[in-house]
C-alpha cells in the first residue's frame, strides 16, 4: 500500500506558521474551522435517544455509542474520530483496520442533544457502514492521508492535522518558510480567484463534477478553481435550499452582493483568523454592515443587531436538526428560508465553471443518484451517449454509462461500459461491484468472485458484493470462506438484517 503522498508535497503543517504569527496562530486554532476535525479524547457529552424510522436505541457514554433494539440486535462500538466544529454540531467517525465509517449519531450542539446522523432519518436499518472517502474529510480536516487502491482506507492518523490548516487558504508553505518566498494571501488575489479560495469548501451546488485527472483535493489557493472541479445549480435562479455549506450560493443572491459586485466577499464580514467574542458579537457585525449602509441606515430605527432580521438562522436541508445562518440577507427575518418544493429543475453551470457535454451529464447522473427523479436520469443518459465519441477513454464517464444501463436492464451494454471503464481505471468499486453481479447472473461465477474480492479490498464493508460472495461461495461449496466474511462484515454493520 502506498500513501497518496503527492497531494502532500510542498506542505508544511501550521507548527511552521507559529513562528512568525503566533497571535495569528493562536486565534486562529480557537475558530472553529481550525477545531472542525480530530481525535476524540476524553469523554464525549452522555445520552440516549431513540430512532423512531429504525427502532433503534443509542447510549452514548465516554467514547462509546451502546445499541439495541427489541429483536436482539444490540452491541458498542469505539468512536475514534469527530467532524464538525461543534458550532452547530459533530458528527463521528469509526475505525475497521484503518478503514473510516461514519457513525448514525450526532451530537446536535444547539439542541444540546444526541440523535441520528444527517441523511439517516428515514432509514429503517442502522448504519455503520457508510465509508468516509477522502472527499469527505477535505473540508473537514488538513491533508487526508487515503491509501491508494481504497475507497476509505487511511494510514494512522487519518489526516495530517487536525480542522482546517493555514495552507488550505495560503496554499503550500514550503518555499515560503525555507526560502522567504511569496505565499498566497487571499484578500490580495483578482475577485474570482479571491472567492475560490472560500468557495473550495462553502459552494454546495445541486452537482459537482471534477475536471478529468482533477479532484477538489488539488486545487491550490491562487488558481482557478474551474480547473479542477465544476459546480452546478438549478438555472431558474430560484433561490437556493439553505444548506450546511450553501453560503456562497446564498450570498450571490443578495441584493447586498448584486448591488456590490466585487467589492463584497466572504472577507468583508468575516476575519478567518478570529471570531467575535459573544459580548461583541453584535457591534462585530453591525461595524460590517455600516461599512455600506452608514449613509442610508439610521441605527436608532432599526436597533443595534442587524443580523437577527437581515441574517437569520434557520434550519438546513441536509443537516439533520442544525441550524445555520441564511447568508441570502433577507429585507426582514419575516422572509421565509426558500427550499425548493420537489420538483425537477434544469442544471446550469456556476459562473465561472467550466460545462461541456460530458460534463453537464455527469452532474445529472449525480443529481440521478441523490433525487431519485426519472428526469435527470434520462437527462444524464442523454448528454452522456453524446459525449461519447470525444470521451470514450473517461472511466467516469463510462462506469456512469455503465450505470444507467443496468438500471434499465441493458446487462450486456452495461457490462460493455463497465468492462472499458476497469481497463481505464482498475479498481473503480461501482464499476466491479455492478459488473460481479452481472457476470454472475451470466455463470461466469469465477470473474463475478474476483470482482467482488477486489472491490472488498478496496472496503471491506460494501453489502451488495460481501453478499453476492456469500452466496456464490456457498453455493460452491466453500462454507468456511462463506462464514468468515459475513463474519467480518457483521462486525463492521451488525444490523443488515433490517432494511436499506
Known sequence: MILLLAMQLGFVGSQSCQGCHPNIYRSYKATPMAQSSGKVEG??????????ASGMRYRISGSAVEFERSEGIHGRREIQYFIGSGAAGRSFLTQHNGYLFQAPVTWYSQAQRWDISPGQEHGRRMRWDRPIEPNCLYCHASRPRAISGSQNRYGSPPFEEDGIACER???????????????VNPSKLAPALRDDVCAQCHLTGEARVNRPGKQLALYRPGEALRDSVSFFVFEDDRPATLKATSHVEKLARSRCKI?????????SCH?????????NRVAWFRTKC??????????ASHGADCIVCHMPRAPVADGGHGVLTDHSIPRSRDNPVAVLEKAVHRLAPWPGSHSDTRTLGLAYAELALTAGEPFYEAEAFRLLLEALPESGSDPELLTRLGWLHHKKGQFERAATFYERALAIRPGDVVAEVNLG??????????DAIRLWQSALQRNPALTEAARNLVTAW????????????????????????GTP
Not at 169 to 183: K, L, R, Y
Not at 259 to 267: A, E, K, N, V
Not at 272 to 279: G, I, L, R
Open 43 to 52: 469523554s464525549l457529552p452522555s445520552g440516549s435517544f431513540r430512532h423512531a
Open 169 to 183: 487558504c495560503h496554499g503550500p508553505g514550503q518555499a515560503h518558510t525555507g526560502g522567504g518566498g511569496p505565499i
Open 474 to 497: 456457498t453455493a460452491l461449496g466453500e462454507e468456511e470462506k462463506a462464514k468468515a466474511l459475513s463474519k467480518t462484515l457483521l462486525s463492521i454493520d451488525p444490523d443488515l438484517d
Open 290 to 299: 455600516l461599512a455600506c449602509h452608514d449613509d442610508s441606515v439610521e441605527p
Open 259 to 267: 448591488s456590490s459586485g466585487d467589492r463584497l466577499w466572504c472577507g
Open 437 to 446: 453481479t452481472i457476470y454472475g447472473q451470466g455463470g461466469r461465477l469465477a
Open 271 to 279: 476575519d478567518p483568523h478570529e471570531v467575535p467574542s459573544t459580548e
